[in-house]
């Protein structure tokens, strides 16, 4: 998965949607753009294949506390 800091997704998060919308990620990997987004007050829905991934963006989530449902 490609690792980026939240700061990069942010500036496009914020441009591009206003809390309340629902940020879509179609390679959502380790969930970064899924933690910006709910920190930010969107909705997340992001899609990935791989399981591993899943299971990291779950615990990463969990860890911030953030309510998610993953999805296998």
């Known amino acids: ?3 980026f800091p939240e700061e990069l997704i942010l500036t496009p998060t914020l441009a591009g ?3 309340g919308d629902t940020v879509l990620d179609p390679f959502s ?4 753009t ?4 709910l920190e ?3 909705y997340y829905t992001g ?5 591993y991934y899943n299971q990291l963006a779950k615990e990463r989530f969990e860890k911030c506390g953030l ?3 993953i999805l296998d």
Request: negative net charge; aromatic residues 4%.
């Open 40 to 42: 930010l007050g969107r």
């Open 17 to 19: 949607s206003r809390e």
């Open 29 to 32: 990997g380790a969930g970064t």
């Open 47 to 51: 899609i990935e294949q791989n399981i």
């Open 67 to 69: 309510d998610a449902e």
């Open 34 to 37: 899924g933690k910006v987004s």
């Open 1 to 3: 998965f490609a690792t």
